[in-house]
């Protein structure tokens, strides 16, 4: 070997840069083998390559190289449970070099690359020398250097130097095979061949990267090894380094061995290693050994358990000597050397298995200390495991075939079956594979319906669980039908003129069971007598056909030939496994029953006809009556409905005294705060004089001096706009906090709205100029909401305030005309179909004779009144009430002086008093455990009786928010599907749908009609041939913006106009009548003004309706009446426009006469500071604005003066 490699290192040359130099040989490099390698990983530690290996069943091994690059034994770091494939690919983390990712088919795994812990003393961490693992003494256990705690000092491994200069290149070139190349800072270049353990590898896979020499390989030298030699020569540069190569081999082992290759080539830059199958012959060799001849060896595959047995087939094993038995694993591994167990004769022998890690391992024979038999791999696998069973169901009686499938069953010993009862019981086995077990089931006598038992595979002495079986009893055979004509002439004439081959059929049926038997598992025959001796006839069972009730098998057999079958003799027999069962032929008894029962069945089958055809008649009565009273309850509605659109009409009010107006004040605040109530309070009270009257003074009126100039006013409002924080909210406070502060300067501020509103229209007129004023998102659209109130509150109280009212009123005394429900304010009329009540029964009127005393609180009343009050008899008490109060009110003119809760009603009657409640003793409870409340009927009260009002002595409250364990007229559903009280009616269900009530809806909406035509005529009407200053001079404003800005589009102008008056300021005034009256809106109240406001809108809208049948009912009541709206509403528009315009003098005197006309009625400073507040919160913006726009230098000093006079209030805690 040395003298080789000094002819090596003597005839290498080496050319790099131009430049020849010689080196000194390598020294022998290692070769691991493994069974199933598919990956390979190569890292450096602390001196000492490591190797991460991945299998093809999920194991992940590391190997470490010594000095001599020899590889110890691989640790096993993981195994991944099911056994699948590690990928090509393995990486070290980046992050962290102490774990390594392992990936495979269905994940990715993060893997340390050590298990210290393993390592108990201090002895065996370093005895390990694995460079990962240190003694860490501050702890005293074996760890990775990163988990010691003081890792610098008290942390020590086998290797202390510092890391040289190691290369090392892994190849990794087939199966079962690894090389390992390495070198130092040196120039080295060597080639050396050696014959390793052959694997089916083509030279055409073999991949060179970056070659540039090639081989010209000397003789080989035999070594002392008689079954290998090994070869070596020196290459100068060249490029063709396969094909040169492959010449060289094919001549150089053309006739001498069928091995693998394994080619080494090193070099200062180049390291290539590749594999080469040579593919020749053997001749004349033979395994010959002296004494002893290895036959086989059984089994070749047994568990991580070992093997207490395993058997060695030859001969001459009697005269043998030290026979042994050598199991040599991995590269790097001891080998284990074991004795024989037992010479059993001269052909068998037996050894007992170590158990170990699952692996692939040689394994040879030696005796005599001779060299050892040609090796046979033994394969060490994990234990098995179950995946299912096929099927997993058998009868009582056992021999149903069973397939298990999962993984090595090729190690099982056996089958155990196992139950509570009984002892275990071994199955017998049938032939399959290492991933399907097939075996019979044995039979349990005793089990019963559902019987699971369990089944457990049986290694060596471990018992491992694998799946559940269910025992069902035997099936039941019921009987069997012979279809046949096989009589003595057409057996007969079958077999001797024909000679066709007869077909016979045999039905047998069976009880259903869940064992899902197949046509492959059932065996039928047929028996009979030929003279003394018994024959037998097999069947072929064709297919099974499963019903609900049974299965039916069906068979056929082919007969031939002339035996002829004497069928009184038959018996028919099946067999499933080890159950074997007679079947027997139906029984000829059975017509005889059935004679006996048909009488009886045709019987009943009459008397069911004709009980059947009676119900059917009485039905079909029933029926017709309930559609009977079905078509009378839809007439009389339709009827009562016709009736009511044509005579409701009469019944609008005449007379409704002195309109409640509020005054200005809560109008505008109203108005400017619909949402914020508590600034109501706020402006109305006066602000608190202070000692410094001066001081105070002079800040506000700075302050308000700077809102008066209009650059910095219309500059602050464009700031505050742009930060995203002055939500939408914050720009409508700004706005009435603005209006109220410029309330006595109106000019000024219509100057501030025509300024905003151009700039408005320049953002706008870029999108689409439609949408001018469409909506309340910036200041200026809230600002003109609140100047259209300030201006038009003398022609709303004058002109409209009187038609508006009475609508209201209306529409109250319409919706109290019929039932109203008191819990959710649903009634049978109204103009909203959300509000309609259709659950109602019949209702009547009742009149009632109100007593009203005298009270202290009603100075103006009488002693003592009485007055006639309709009520209704489906009205709660609380209802009364109201009705009650409310005329009073209508006959005096003035309240009678007590809340709705101060008062209560007596019913008088000359047997006793009694006070009337909506929930009392007497009240209903449903079924559901839900109370009703009381009512006029429930109380019993007729026509004239006399009811007298009366003041609490405690104020109790009678009159709650009921909740949902009240109801009044809808009745939950439990209770609205029962029959309507009283026996006449019993079985007569009142028919309800909400559709068969929308004439209701129409009925108010003519009610109320001509009241809603007044009021829409008095706002879109010119009184005198004149219209509001207000709104001719911004419908000018705007005519005279279309102008300016080139807008030609008509209707453009017409949606600015719709949006900036109707839209902004009369539907909110129509939708809110508390704005203006000082009454209580009702939820019912708002939801049919939301009806009057969008036909109101509909009227300046210029979109043409379309509306079809489905449309929504709101839209179909005015549906009608909207064309001429339009027309009206583009005269009005006409009108206005055709008007002379209003000269600067007119609309500035009519602006300064409404500013004197409030200027006490706000507290102006409120809003000062108010608006203050936002300065001061955004006052940095504000500042930087300024700053970047010329002339506002003054401006700025006079806004740092007011933010220095109130931070000096503030400090006073007077602001």
Avoid at 815 to 842: F, H, M, R
Wanted: hydrophobic residues 40%; proline residues 4%; contains cysteine.
């Amino acid at each position: 070997m040395e003298e080789m490699k000094e002819q090596a290192c003597a005839s290498t040359h080496f050319v790099m840069n131009g430049k020849s130099c010689k080196a000194p040989s390598i020294k022998k490099l290692p070769v691991l083998v493994h069974s199933g390698l598919v990956a390979v990983y190569g890292t450096v530690v602390l001196n000492q390559i490591v190797l991460f290996l991945g299998t093809d069943d999920g194991q992940l091994l590391k190997a470490i190289l010594n000095e001599d690059m020899e590889s110890n034994c691989p640790e096993v770091l993981y195994e991944i449970k099911e056994e699948t494939s590690i990928f090509p690919k393995l990486r070290l983390d980046p992050v962290d070099n102490n774990y390594i990712y392992l990936s495979s088919a269905n994940k990715v795994r993060r893997i340390p690359v050590a298990n210290c812990g393993r390592y108990v003393s201090e002895q065996e961490c370093l005895s390990a020398k694995d460079p990962y693992c240190g003694w860490c003494s501050w702890n005293r256990r074996c760890t990775l250097k990163e988990n010691c705690s003081n890792s610098k000092k008290g942390w020590f491994n086998i290797s202390r130097a510092p890391d040289k200069d190691l290369k090392i290149l892994l190849s990794f070139p087939a199966k079962n095979q690894v090389a390992v190349a390495a070198n130092v800072s040196k120039v080295l270049t060597s080639c050396m061949i050696k014959v390793v353990t052959p694997v089916e590898v083509f030279y055409e896979n073999v991949v060179l990267k970056n070659s540039s020499c090639f081989c010209n390989l000397t003789t080989p030298v035999v070594t002392d090894n008689e079954h290998s030699s090994i070869h070596q020569a020196v290459i100068p540069c060249g490029d063709n380094v396969l094909g040169t190569f492959l010449k060289w081999a094919k001549a150089m082992f053309a006739e001498n061995y069928d091995d693998v290759i394994l080619v080494i080539l090193s070099g200062h830059q180049l390291k290539v290693m590749m594999l080469l199958w040579v593919h020749e012959r053997l001749v004349g060799r033979k395994n010959v050994w002296e004494h002893i001849s290895i036959h086989s060896i059984e089994p070749l595959w047994i568990s991580t358990l070992g093997k207490s047995e395993i058997t060695v087939k030859g001969e001459n094993f009697t005269n043998a000597s030290d026979i042994k038995l050598v199991l040599t694993g991995i590269t790097g591994c001891k080998p284990d050397i074991i004795k024989v167990r037992k010479v059993l004769n001269d052909t068998q022998m037996t050894f007992t298995l170590p158990p170990t890690r699952k692996e692939a391992k040689s394994i040879c024979i030696q005796a005599h200390g001779k060299k050892c038999s040609p090796p046979m791999t033994l394969h060490y696998v994990s234990l098995p495991s179950c995946f299912g069973i096929t099927p997993n169901t058998s009868w009582i009686s056992g021999g149903r075939k069973i397939t298990t499938s999962g993984r090595n069953f090729n190690v099982v010993d056996s089958v155990i079956i196992s139950d509570d009862q009984r002892s275990n019981l071994t199955v017998s086995r049938c032939p399959g594979s290492k991933s399907e077990y097939h075996y019979l089931t044995p039979s349990l006598s005793h089990a019963t319906e559902g019987k699971v038992v369990d089944m457990m595979l049986k290694v060596e002495t471990t018992f491992i669980p694998c799946v559940k079986l269910h025992y069902h009893p035997d099936p039941v055979f019921i009987n069997y039908q012979l279809h046949t004509e096989l009589d003595p002439d057409l057996e007969l004439k079958i077999y001797v003129s024909m000679k066709v081959i007869n077909y016979n059929s045999i039905f047998k049926m069976k009880e259903n069971d869940n064992l899902n038997i197949s046509k492959t598992e059932v065996e039928v025959y047929l028996s009979y007598m030929n003279g003394a001796q018994t024959k037998k006839i097999w069947f072929n069972v064709q297919n099974i056909t499963k019903k609900p009730d049974r299965s039916t098998i069906l068979c056929k057999f082919k007969r031939e030939g002339t035996d002829k079958i004497d069928f009184s003799t038959v018996k028919v027999f099946v067999k499933l496994g080890n159950f074997e069962h007679e079947v027997k032929p139906t029984s000829s008894h059975i017509y005889l029953y059935v004679l006996i029962l048909l009488p009886i069945v045709v019987g009943v089958i009459i008397v069911a006809f004709i009980v059947t055809r009676y119900k059917s008649k009485e039905l079909t009565r029933k029926q017709s009556q309930q559609l009977e009273l079905l078509e009378y309850e839809i007439r009389k509605e339709i009827r009562e409905g016709f009736a009511e659109l044509q005579m409701d009409e009469l019944d609008v009010v005449d007379s409704f005294g002195t309109v409640p107006f509020l005054d200005y004040k809560h109008f505008a605040l109203r108005t400017f705060f619909p949402e914020s109530g508590g600034f109501a309070s706020i402006f109305s009270e006066d602000m608190p004089q202070s000692r410094d009257q001066t001081s105070k003074d002079e800040s506000f009126n700075m302050l308000h001096a700077l809102i008066c100039n209009k650059n910095f006013l219309v500059t602050l409002i464009h700031t505050l706009e742009k930060q995203k924080n002055f939500s939408v909210k914050d720009r409508c406070l700004f706005a009435s906090f603005l209006t109220i502060a410029l309330q006595t300067k109106l000019v000024y501020l219509t100057h501030i709205l025509e300024v905003l509103t151009k700039d408005l229209m320049e953002q706008s007129s870029n999108v689409q100029p439609k949408l001018l004023l469409r909506r309340t998102e910036s200041v200026v659209e809230k600002l003109l909401t609140n100047w259209m109130s300030v201006c038009l509150s003398g022609f709303l109280r004058e002109t409209i305030g009187e038609p508006f009212y009475l609508l209201v009123t209306t529409l109250n005394q319409r919706i109290n005309k019929g039932p109203v429900d008191a819990i959710t304010c649903k009634a049978l009329y109204t103009l909203n179909e959300d509000w309609l009540l259709w659950q109602v029964s019949e209702f009547k009127t009742v009149v009632l004779n109100v007593i009203f005393e005298k009270i202290p609180e009603n100075e103006s009343g009488d002693a003592c009144q009485t007055i006639q009050v309709n009520v209704l008899d489906c009205d709660t008490i609380g209802q009364a009430k109201e009705k009650s109060l409310q005329a009073f009110l209508n006959k005096n003119g003035f309240l009678y002086g007590l809340q709705l809760d101060e008062v209560g009603l007596e019913l008088l009657s000359e047997e006793q008093q009694r006070e009337l409640l909506d929930i009392d003793g007497s009240s209903e409870v449903l079924e559901d455990g839900i109370r009703k409340l009381n009512t006029i009927g429930h109380y019993e009260i007729s026509n004239g009786a006399t009811i007298k009002v009366f003041k609490k002595k405690a104020n109790t409250r009678s009159d709650v928010d009921y909740s949902d364990e009240h109801c009044h007229l809808i009745l939950p559903d439990s209770e609205a599907n029962k029959d309507v009280k009283g026996t006449g009616h019993k079985g007569k269900q009142k028919f309800k749908v909400k559709e068969m009530y929308l004439t209701k809806l129409l009925s108010t909406k003519v009610a109320i009609h001509s009241v809603v035509e007044k009021l829409f005529r008095s706002i879109w009407s010119l009184p005198n041939n004149k219209a509001p200053v207000a709104i001719k001079y911004f419908f000018d404003f705007l005519d005279a913006q279309a102008e300016s800005k080139k807008i030609t589009d008509p209707d453009v102008v017409h949606i600015w106009k719709t949006n900036s008056l109707p839209l902004r300021f009369w539907v909110n005034i129509l939708k809110n009548p508390q704005f203006v009256f000082d009454i209580k809106k009702t939820s019912h109240i708002d939801g049919c003004l939301s009806v009057i406001a969008q036909a109101f809108m509909d009227a300046f809208s210029l979109a043409e309706q379309t509306l079809g049948k489905e449309a929504p009912t709101n839209k179909l009541l005015y549906a009608k009446d909207i064309p001429l709206y339009k027309k009206e509403v583009k005269a009005y528009y006409k009108a206005i426009r055709d008007l002379p315009p209003l000269t600067t003098s007119e609309v500035e005197e009519f602006l300064t006469q409404e500013s004197k006309k409030h200027e006490n009625e706000f507290n102006e400073k409120v809003a000062l500071i108010e608006i203050y507040r936002y300065v001061v919160k955004y006052y940095d913006e504000i500042v930087n604005k300024l700053e970047r726009e010329r002339g506002f230098e003054e401006v700025q000093k006079q806004l740092q003066q007011v933010k220095a006079l109130f931070d000096e209030k503030k400090k006073c805690k007077w602001f």
